[in-house]
T-cell receptor, first 110, second 113 residues
Framework: DAKTTQPPSMDCAEGRAANLPCNHSTISGNEYVYWYRQIHSQGPQYIIHGLKNNETNEMASLIITEDRKSSTLILPHATLRDTAVYYCIVRGDSWGKLQFGAGTQVVVTP | KAGVTQTPRYLIKTRGQQVTLSCSPISGHRSVSWYQQTPGQGLQFLFEYFSETQRNKGNFPGRFSGRQFSNSRSEMNVSTLELGDSALYLC????????????FGPGTRLTVL
C-alpha cells in the first residue's frame, strides 16, 4: 500500500472550514483514499473514502487531485467536537490491513 | 444497526499472565481485524479473520493469536504478557470484500503491571 504524508498538526477556528491535506504520490490505480479520525482514546471513526472522483457525505468532503497524488479532506463548519487526530490512508490489495501513519492533530478553537 | 462492540473495555494484568479480548462485529460483517495502538508505535495491524480463517497477519510475535467463530465474533489472546503489551487493542469489522470500509469498536485498554 502507498505511503501517505500529512502535516503533524493544524488549528482551526470554530465555524470555519478545515482543509486537511494528504500527499500520496506513490498511489496506484486500484488504491482508495480513506479518511478516519480518532478522538482521544476512542476507536477510529470512518469519515469518507474515494477512488478518483470527489466525494461528499454528511460529515465531510473529499477532494482528490486529477493525478491522484494528493487529496484534501474538508470539514465545512468545524466544531469543537471535531478536535481529533485525522488519518489519511491509502488502501489497496491488502486484505483487512489498514496502515496508519502519524496523522494530523486538528485542534478546533472557540 | 449496532456498532462494533468490544469486551472488556478495561483490563489490568500482571507480567506473565495471559489475556483474552472479545469483539462482536456489526451484524452481517464477516471480516474482523485487530490492531494495537501505543503512544510510541501508533496503530499497528495484528491480524484479520474472515470465515473463521486468518487471512492476513502483521509483524507480531506468536504470543499474539486470534480466532473467529462461525457467528463472526472474534477473540484475540495474548500469552505471557509483557509490560510492552500495555496498549489500546482495537477491533474493526467489514462486510466481506477487499475494499469494504472498516468500522472500529471502542477498544480494550490493557494495562500490564
Amino acid at each position: 500500500d502507498a505511503k501517505t504524508t500529512q502535516p503533524p498538526s493544524m488549528d482551526c477556528a470554530e465555524g470555519r472550514a478545515a482543509n486537511l491535506p494528504c500527499n500520496h504520490s506513490t498511489i496506484s490505480g486500484n488504491e482508495y483514499v480513506y479518511w478516519y479520525r480518532q478522538i482521544h482514546s476512542q476507536g477510529p471513526q470512518y469519515i469518507i473514502h474515494g477512488l478518483k472522483n470527489n466525494e461528499t457525505n454528511e460529515m465531510a468532503s473529499l477532494i482528490i487531485t486529477e493525478d491522484r497524488k494528493s487529496s484534501t479532506l474538508i470539514l465545512p463548519h468545524a466544531t469543537l467536537r471535531d478536535t481529533a487526530v485525522y488519518y489519511c490512508i491509502v488502501r489497496g490489495d491488502s486484505w483487512g490491513k489498514l496502515q496508519f501513519g502519524a496523522g494530523t492533530q486538528v485542534v478546533v478553537t472557540p | 444497526k449496532a456498532g462494533v462492540t468490544q469486551t472488556p473495555r478495561y483490563l489490568i494484568k500482571t507480567r506473565g499472565q495471559q489475556v483474552t479480548l472479545s469483539c462482536s462485529p456489526i451484524s452481517g460483517h464477516r471480516s474482523v481485524s485487530w490492531y494495537q495502538q501505543t503512544p510510541g508505535q501508533g496503530l499497528q495491524f495484528l491480524f484479520e479473520y474472515f470465515s473463521e480463517t486468518q487471512r492476513n497477519k502483521g509483524n507480531f510475535p506468536g504470543r499474539f493469536s486470534g480466532r473467529q467463530f462461525s457467528n463472526s465474533r472474534s477473540e484475540m489472546n495474548v500469552s505471557t504478557l509483557e509490560l510492552g503489551d500495555s496498549a489500546l487493542y482495537l477491533c474493526a469489522s467489514s462486510l466481506r470484500t477487499l475494499t469494504d470500509t472498516q468500522y472500529f469498536g471502542p477498544g480494550t485498554r490493557l494495562t500490564v503491571l
